[in-house]
């Protein structure tokens, strides 16, 4: 079954404890992507992968780290996180699509999410 | 600044009746426009998408029409199911450019 999956799917943590929120997709997608959603924002992408070992930041990366040496992992790094960055945050995938990307029309897939509470 | 807006949060409507869902973009480099819905503890899921080049596009159910000169669009489902129950995404990308999100409209379709 084509999936993307998050874990984990929710997460209570302390204030400047490393976390890592691991992304796997089974589709052999070049372009992943992170994003957090909240209450009247909708989704922000914080980082975003065209292929491994090429990554840029989206409209929010400040608090975040992402790496890309595999095409189908992606995993979401949090240094030291904050009550501010408590969300739910989604990772997805789709073939090409991006910047530069010659089929860029393809819609993303999304995994079920991770709700992570910084406490 | 958010480029792509959902202005009702919510809609509520009777089984069988219409839905219609609104979103307006700022954007005029918008060139493609998609729609997701969204479970609860599920992520979004592609429902349809309608390029710039057109002005309407259907599938089964779902309609979605675009008006570039109002740079509004709008999402048509016809009849409402109870099942349709779900937050509604809207998302507009520039050509070669990422994603962007509306704020979600919540749909609650009554039996």
């Known amino acids: 079954e084509a999936q993307v999956t998050q874990n984990p799917r929710y997460l209570i943590t302390v204030t400047g404890k490393k976390l890592t929120v691991t992304c796997s997709q089974n589709?052999?997608?070049?372009?992943m992507s992170w994003y957090r959603q909240d209450p009247g924002l909708g989704l922000r992408q914080i980082y975003y992968?065209?292929?491994?070992?090429?990554?840029d930041k989206g409209d929010v990366p400040e608090g975040y780290k992402v790496s890309r040496k595999e095409k189908r992992n992606f995993p979401l790094i949090l240094e030291s996180p904050s009550p501010n960055q408590t969300s739910l945050y989604f990772c997805?995938?789709?073939?090409?699509?991006?910047?530069?990307?010659?089929?860029?029309?393809?819609?993303?897939?999304f995994g079920d999410g991770t709700r992570l509470s910084i406490l | 600044d958010q480029q792509v807006k959902q202005n009702s949060p919510s809609l509520s409507v009777q089984e069988g009746r219409i839905s219609i869902l609104n979103c307006d973009y700022t954007?005029?480099?918008?060139?493609?426009f998609l729609w997701y819905k969204k479970y609860p503890a599920e992520g979004p899921t592609f429902l349809i998408s309608?390029?710039?080049?057109?002005d309407k596009n259907e599938d089964g159910r779902f309609t979605v029409f675009l008006n570039k000169s109002a740079k509004h669009l709008s999402l048509h489902i016809v009849p409402s199911q109870p099942g349709d129950s779900a937050v509604y995404f809207c998302a507009a990308k520039e050509r070669n450019n990422d994603m962007r999100f509306g704020a979600g409209t919540r749909l609650t379709v009554k039996p």
């Open positions: 954007n005029s480099m918008f060139d493609y």
């Open positions: 992968s065209m292929n491994v070992e090429v990554t």
């Open positions: 589709m052999n997608h070049e372009y």
């Open positions: 997805a995938s789709s073939p090409y699509g991006g910047r530069g990307a010659v089929y860029s029309n393809q819609p993303q897939h």
């Open positions: 309608i390029s710039s080049i057109k």
